[in-house]
Structures are given as structure tokens and as C-alpha cells.
């Protein structure tokens, strides 16, 4: 049973543009949501995290969007950079948990 | 670099065979959490150590084992491998226990490929 699910496994954006990466889960018991960026032959590295006592998150060129009657989140990158190509994951935990759930991925390719 | 350390980063045997994969965490972290990711699969939570015992357990097999030792560093035993196990295996660390806000820093993973 997948609990955290990202549906689309690749997305090919402009250089400049903005990208948006979806996640949808289904615990109603999450309440702390990351994102994690991964480059070839690396591990994943922290990007940004909510919690869901907000509906937004801000960092610099990425944002995060809950929306938990949903069971939705989004990240979104604004401008998109070559730099951005990468495989981002999703992931989510509770506060009863040590465990993090991870989504299966999303590959971005940020062309010029 | 995230400060985590994992070897060795290839590691290619054969089915029935033992290995032993090693992580070293970040200064200073406590917890020390293993995933496996297979071929299209997101990162699968294995196991996580905080401080030298057994904190949280995922979908680990019985055939897998893992153990953190007083200088902190973990090493992730696999057994009477087979094919499917041909995976990358993470280690990743924390500061604390790992509660949900505790930010987990991943090693470069290592590639186990069983022929």
C-alpha cells in the first residue's frame, strides 16, 4: 500500500518557467511533510519541509503548498534552473512515528 | 557532501552470499537509519538506530540484520542474498531520535548488485 504517491514520474520544464511537483498521500495521520532532491550517484538531500499546522512554505525559489483536505502537496520552483534536474521525493511522517514515507519520485529535466 | 559515509560504493555477488554494508554518520548524529531503493522504487524505510539500540523497524527481511556500534558507526548485514536484493542501499543520520522534524542527512548509498 502506497502512502505517499507521486503519479508523475518525469516532468520537463523551461529554463526560467516555473515547475510543479505533486504528491498525494493517504494517512490522515501526516503531519510533517519534506521534500528531498536526489542527483545521480548521490544520496537525497533536504529541500524544504511542512508542517500541517500551515499551508504554505517558502524558501527562497521553492515553495511548498499542503492542502490537507486533499491529502495533497506541491512543490513548486520558481524560475527553474538547469541546475534543478534532479529526481525530488516526497516524503512524509506522523508525530507517533520515527518512519519516513517516501513517494516513489519525480525526475525533473530543466532544458534551456 | 552531507558528511555521511557508506562503503564500500559497489559491491557485485552472488546469490546465497553474505555482505556487509557500512555507514558512517555525520559528527554529532545520534540516529542512524537505513533504506533500500530498488530499480523505480522510492526509498523503502529498513531500519534506525538512535545511540547503539534499535529504535524503529520498517519493512526489513529476516534475512537482513543491522547493528550500531559505541563509536556510532552502523553496518547493515545481508544474508542468503537473492536476486531481488539487487538494490542501493542508503544510510542517512540525524541529530536526535528522528521525530518527524529531525532533518535526516543521506550518504552517497551503496550499489549491491547480486548475479
Known amino acids: 500500500d502506497q502512502q505517499v504517491k507521486q503519479n508523475s514520474p518525469s516532468l520537463s520544464v523551461q529554463e526560467g518557467r516555473i515547475s510543479i511537483l505533486n504528491c498525494d498521500y493517504t494517512?490522515?495521520?501526516?503531519?510533517?511533510f519534506l521534500w528531498y532532491k536526489k542527483y545521480p550517484a548521490e544520496g537525497p538531500t533536504f529541500l524544504i519541509s511542512i508542517s500541517s499546522i500551515k499551508d504554505k512554505n517558502e524558501d527562497g525559489r521553492f515553495t511548498v503548498f499542503l492542502n490537507k483536505s486533499a491529502k495533497h502537496l506541491s512543490l513548486h520552483i520558481v524560475p527553474s534552473q538547469p541546475g534543478d534536474s534532479a529526481v525530488y521525493f516526497c516524503?512524509?511522517?506522523?508525530?507517533?512515528?520515527?518512519?519516513?514515507?517516501f513517494g516513489t519520485g519525480t525526475r525533473l529535466q530543466v532544458f534551456p | 557532501d552531507s558528511g555521511v559515509t557508506q562503503t564500500p560504493k559497489h559491491l557485485i555477488t552472488a546469490t546465497g552470499q553474505r555482505v556487509t554494508l557500512r555507514c558512517s554518520p555525520r559528527?554529532?548524529?545520534?540516529?542512524v537509519y537505513w533504506y533500500q531503493q530498488s530499480l523505480d522504487q522510492g526509498l523503502q524505510f529498513l531500519i534506525q538506530y538512535y545511540n547503539g539500540e534499535e529504535r524503529a523497524k520498517g519493512n526489513i527481511l529476516e534475512r537482513f540484520s543491522a547493528q550500531q556500534f559505541p563509536d556510532l558507526h552502523s553496518e547493515l548485514n545481508l544474508s542468503s542474498l537473492e536476486l531481488g536484493d539487487s538494490a542501493l542501499y542508503f544510510c542517512?543520520?540525524?541529530?536526535?531520535?528522528?521525530?518527524?522534524?529531525?532533518?535526516?542527512?543521506f550518504g552517497p548509498g551503496t550499489r549491491l548488485t547480486v548475479l
Open positions: 542517512a543520520s540525524s541529530v536526535g531520535k528522528g521525530r518527524w522534524a529531525d532533518t535526516q542527512y
Open positions: 516524503a512524509a511522517s506522523d508525530y507517533n512515528t520515527d518512519k519516513l514515507i
Open positions: 494517512n490522515s495521520m501526516f503531519d510533517y
Open positions: 559528527s554529532g548524529d545520534l540516529s
